[in-house]
C-alpha cells in the first residue's frame, strides 16, 4: 500500500509525507491522509514569505500565475480538488483530521481558498458551519467497533482531542453519513461518507506527539487504512516466522520451487517461439500493411531473400547485393496505387547523383486494394506507374510477389536459388511478375527505355 500524508506527517515505510503545495497528485497513492488545517497554514506561510515551496515537479511555487519556470499556488490549490474527484472515483479512502472549515485571502487567482476546498462532498452535505462547525474536546466514545479507525480512537484515545464536530441533527447530513466515534453529549466527532465511489472519513485531530508514541501512531494508522481500502492481508510476515517448523511445509515449499522453475522454462520456452511466431506471421504485412508497417515489412522481406538492407524506421530503404544498390521507395493503399513512389524515387536518385556522382538503380514495391481478399483485387497499380518504372529501369514489384518470394526463401530455398531472385528484382525493368521472379518462367529480355 501507498499513503499519502499531506500536512501530518506519519514516519512509517508506506507513507510519502507532502503538504499541499509539494505533494504528486493524489491518485497516484492507494489512500490519502489529510489535515486540513495545514492548507491554509502552507498558504499564509507562502503569502508572508516566512516559507517557500517547490512542487513536485521541480518548480518554485509562487503566487502568481503559471509559467514556464514557476507554478501558481491558485492553480495546485484548484487541482487537488480534480485529483480528489478522480482518486474517489476509482474507489479510493481518504482520511482528513476534522477541523472547521475557514477561508484566507490573499491567494492570487482562488480568492475563496479554503480548508475544503478540495475535498468533494455528498449531495445536500458541505464541510461548513453548520453540518461541520468549530468545537474543543478530549472525550471520545467510540460507536462503530468494526470501523478500522476504531482501534486507533481507543488505543491512542489520550493523543485525541477534536476541533470539530458534525450536526446530527441535520437529516441530510445524517442520512448520508455513518457516524464512528462521539464527543461530549453524543456529538459526533468521526464520521464516514460514501463520495463518488469511494470513501471519505472524518477523524479527530491528532496531538503533535513525537518519538516512540508518534512512531506507534503510524503504524497504527498504516494499518487501519490497509483495511480501509482492503489490503489488509498484504502485511508480510516477520522474518524470524521462516525458521518456525511446520509439518509437510518444508516438502511442499520444494514442491512449490520446482513447479516455479517449471513455469519459468515454460514461460522462457513460449518467449522463444512467440518471437519466431511473431517474425515469420508479421511477413503476412506485405499483404494488408500500409505506412512504416508495410516499410518495415518490405525490409524484413528483403533481408530475408538476402540483401544487405539499409534504412532506420520511418526513413527511405536502401538495398544492396554483390556490390549493387538499389533505393527502395513502398506504397500501400486501399484503393489502385498510383505514381507517387515513382516520383520519390526519381527525386532520391537525382540527389544521390548530384550529390555522390552516382548512377544506382530503383526498386518500387506496391500493395494495391490491400484490405481486398488477394483473389478479388484487381490491378493493384496504375498503368501510369508501371509504364514510368519500365522507361527508367526501375523493378516494379508487388507485395504479393515479394510475399511469396519469402515463402520460397522460408521453404528451404537454397543460395543458388536466392542469388537468382536478387539478381532478378535487381535487374528488372518494369513490372516484375510472379513466375519471372520465381524463376518459373524465362525472363523477358529488357530493351530499355522506350524514348
Known amino acids: 500500500m501507498r499513503l499519502l500524508a499531506i500536512g501530518y506527517p506519519l514516519p512509517h515505510p508506506e507513507v510519502d509525507n507532502y503538504n499541499v503545495f509539494t505533494a504528486p497528485s493524489y491518485f497516484d497513492y492507494d489512500a490519502v491522509f489529510i489535515d486540513p ?25 509562487v503566487n502568481a500565475p503559471t509559467t514556464a519556470s514557476a507554478v501558481s499556488a491558485a492553480d495546485l490549490v484548484r487541482r487537488r480538488l480534480e485529483e480528489t474527484q478522480r482518486f474517489l472515483e476509482s474507489g479510493g479512502a481518504v482520511v482528513v483530521l476534522a477541523r472547521p472549515n475557514a477561508t484566507i485571502s490573499g ?32 472525550t471520545v466514545r467510540v460507536v462503530d467497533d468494526q470501523h ?8 491512542f484515545r489520550s493523543e485525541v482531542a477534536y476541533r470539530a464536530v458534525f450536526d446530527d441533527r441535520n437529516q441530510a447530513l445524517r442520512q448520508a453519513g455513518r457516524i464512528l466515534g462521539t464527543g461530549g453529549a453524543g456529538v459526533p466527532i468521526a464520521m464516514e461518507f460514501p ?9 479527530p485531530a491528532l496531538s503533535d506527539a513525537v518519538g516512540a508514541t508518534r512512531l506507534d501512531l503510524a503504524e497504527a494508522v498504516v494499518g487501519a487504512t490497509r483495511l480501509l481500502i482492503g489490503q489488509a492481508g498484504q502485511e508480510e510476515a516477520p522474518w524470524w516466522t521462516a525458521s518456525v517448523p511446520v509439518p509437510g511445509l518444508e516438502q511442499v515449499e520444494a514442491e512449490l520451487e520446482e513447479a516455479r522453475q517449471a513455469a519459468s522454462d515454460a514461460t522462457a520456452r513460449e518467449s522463444a517461439v512467440r518471437e519466431r511466431h511473431d517474425l515469420l506471421a508479421a511477413h503476412r504485412r506485405l499483404l494488408w500493411a500500409e505506412g512504416p508497417a508495410f516499410a518495415e515489412a518490405v525490409a524484413n522481406a528483403l533481408t530475408t531473400l538476402g540483401f544487405a ?32 513512389p515513382y516520383v520519390r524515387l526519381q527525386r532520391r536518385l537525382e540527389e544521390r547523383l548530384l550529390a555522390e556522382k552516382r548512377a544506382e538503380g530503383g526498386v518500387v514495391v506496391v500493395n494495391g486494394y490491400r484490405a481486398h481478399a488477394l483473389e478479388s483485387r484487381g490491378e493493384q497499380f496504375t498503368e501510369a506507374l508501371r509504364v514510368a518504372c519500365e522507361n527508367y529501369r526501375y523493378s516494379l514489384i508487388s507485395g504479393e510477389t515479394l510475399f511469396a518470394l519469402v515463402q520460397r526463401a522460408l521453404g528451404g530455398a537454397d543460395e543458388a536459388a536466392l542469388s537468382g531472385i536478387r539478381r532478378r528484382i535487381l535487374g528488372r525493368a518494369g513490372l516484375l511478375p510472379r513466375e519471372v521472379a520465381l524463376g518459373e518462367v524465362e525472363e523477358e529480355s529488357d530493351t530499355g527505355p522506350i524514348f
Not at 43 to 51: M, P, T, Y
Not at 110 to 137: I, T
Not at 195 to 203: E, S
Request: aromatic content about 8%.
Open 37 to 61: 488545517v495545514s492548507i491554509t497554514r502552507a498558504v499564509a506561510q507562502l503569502l508572508d514569505g516566512s516559507e517557500t515551496f517547490e512542487a513536485f515537479d521541480g518548480r518554485p511555487v
Open 195 to 203: 463520495v463518488l465511489g469511494g470513501r471519505v472519513v472524518f477523524a
Open 148 to 155: 478500522p479507525l476504531a482501534g486507533v480512537l481507543r488505543n
Open 309 to 340: 538492407v539499409t534504412g532506420k524506421p520511418g526513413e527511405p530503404l536502401a538495398m544492396e547485393n554483390e556490390g549493387r544498390v538499389a533505393l527502395v521507395e513502398c506504397e500501400s493503399s486501399k484503393e489502385q496505387v498510383v505514381e507517387w
Open 107 to 138: 491567494l492570487s487567482g482562488f480568492e475563496g481558498c479554503d480548508r475544503y476546498s478540495w475535498l468533494p462532498a455528498p449531495g445536500g452535505v458541505s464541510w461548513n458551519p453548520p453540518m461541520l462547525r468549530a468545537a474543543e474536546g478530549k
